[in-house]
């Protein structure tokens, strides 16, 4: 485990450095995927950066306004570099909307650009799940497993490995669409990847949110999107081969019309 | 028409499966009063401890429990650490009513150079004496300051690696500490 890395003579908390370089590194690769497709790979890493500082300065906000009576009589923390004094959650929802009005006021935002951000958004998460096994963050339950982990007085399952190998094979099958994909079919394989992902390994997890009974609300909710993204994805798999079939099966083989030329589909 | 079928009964399937192992999934019944784990984590209880203080008394962590308890691991060389003493002070003249206990624990420094790094800086709360920084080792202290937010139970809430530590952010963790 490796709670902190050591870069010169300062020790940094490992969690938070991972989580930026996920977030670089997911941002260089959605911005390749869209300038190969001829879109505005630019606008994804101006898009991001003003997330990232709109997230961090509404993150901040969030756990100051829920914890006023502490900052009340000391404003001046506020603007503390200190990064402990973060409310996650707000982080990334003000952070996301940030990005996503940028986007929307520039008229980029599109379903084709969102399907070039999942191959950065699938190596992101893939990152992170990685950076929780660095840091012992996200833990599994105890296992006797021959590949099980040393990590908080117990072998435990390495959670977060098996995460980050679903997350790398959700984008290993997203590297290998064709160019000719439906406009949206990234986003589902996404959904169904990372759904699939949270439905088979979060009885793996030593901390789950519980729901009554004992349900883990994010197996749940994993197995509902996993669901969704696979009727669609199929939905829309079944249409595509009806197209082709725009001859009368009445008719002969030796004398059906030879198909039309390629270009003429598209 | 037939592919329909077909891919409404593979969903269907799918769903059964995911369903079964949702329920092989439940957490047992018992894991929301099952007895916490001792280890240097949120959520764990935290590792219990003996050491002298700089005062010449003993303290045992476990003692303290009963009272919430910000553990702070430092060393009169690193600057953060001295620049947060004291705000730590404020803190706990401010709450120690309350039931707040602030123990720091020095690492790997002689008696005498925290006494007189203590006779400049005035801090009342307790300071004790990890001079093989064992009991860091234990609770995995690889920088400095290392700050350990330990409710009255015994239990961890919170962890702060690095500094300095402002008052409004201990007061900020305090709270839940406390009950409040």
């Known amino acids: 485990m490796l709670p902190t890395i050591q870069i010169g003579p300062a020790a940094l908390p490992t969690r938070p450095l991972i989580w930026l370089l996920a977030f670089y590194a997911g941002l260089w690769l959605a911005e390749r995927v869209a300038a190969r497709r001829g879109l505005a790979g630019d606008a994804l890493w101006n898009a991001g950066f003003l997330g990232l500082g709109g997230g961090l300065i509404g993150g901040r906000l969030a756990y100051v306004l829920g914890h006023w009576a502490a900052y009340r009589s000391d404003l001046g923390a506020i603007f503390s570099l200190r990064p402990g004094a973060l409310s996650l959650g707000w982080a990334l929802a003000i952070g996301c909307a940030v990005a996503l009005v940028y986007l929307s006021r520039r008229g980029l935002l599109s379903v084709a650009l969102a399907d070039a951000a999942m191959p950065g958004l699938a190596l992101a998460l893939a990152l992170i799940s990685l950076g929780n096994l660095l840091s012992g963050d996200a833990y599994g339950i105890p296992s006797d497993a021959p590949w099980a982990i040393d990590l908080w007085e117990a072998r435990r399952h390495p959670v977060q490995a098996y995460e980050a190998l679903s997350l790398l094979a959700v984008l290993a099958v997203l590297w290998r669409r064709r160019s000719g994909a439906p406009p949206g079919q990234a986003i589902w394989i996404l959904v169904l990847g990372y759904g699939l992902a949270r439905w088979l390994w979060e009885p793996l997890r030593a901390e789950s949110w519980l729901w009554p009974g004992g349900y883990r609300g994010w197996q749940v909710i994993g197995l509902v999107a996993a669901v969704t993204a696979l009727w669609v994805l199929t939905r829309a798999a079944a249409a595509m081969p009806a197209r082709a079939e725009s001859v009368d099966p009445n008719i002969p083989t030796r004398v059906r019309p030879a198909p039309p030329h390629t270009s003429d589909r598209e | ?180």
């Not at chain 2, 350990?148 to 961890?156: K, L, S, W």
């Open chain 2, 1 to 180: 028409m037939r592919s329909n079928w077909r891919r409404i009964a593979l969903i269907g399937g799918f769903v059964i499966l995911g369903l079964i192992w949702i329920q092989l999934g439940r957490a047992p019944a018992d894991s929301a009063s099952a007895p916490l784990s001792v280890s240097p984590r949120i959520g764990f209880l935290a590792p219990d401890f003996t050491l002298d203080r700089s005062d010449g008394e003993t303290v045992t962590l476990s003692d303290l429990q009963g009272q919430a308890v910000i553990l702070n691991f430092w060393a009169t060389w690193c600057a953060p650490c001295r620049a947060e003493m004291p705000a730590l002070e404020r803190v706990y003249q401010a709450r120690r009513d309350n039931g707040l206990v602030i123990l720091g624990v020095n690492q790997m420094e002689p008696k005498e150079r925290v006494e007189r790094f203590l006779a400049e800086v005035e801090v009342t709360f307790p300071i004790a004496l990890d001079l093989d920084a064992e009991v860091g080792r234990i609770y995995r202290v690889h920088a400095m300051p290392t700050t350990y937010f330990i409710d009255r139970q015994g239990v961890i809430r919170d962890v702060v690696i690095g500094g300095p530590l402002n008052e409004a952010l201990l007061q900020s963790k305090i709270g839940a500490l406390l009950g409040e």
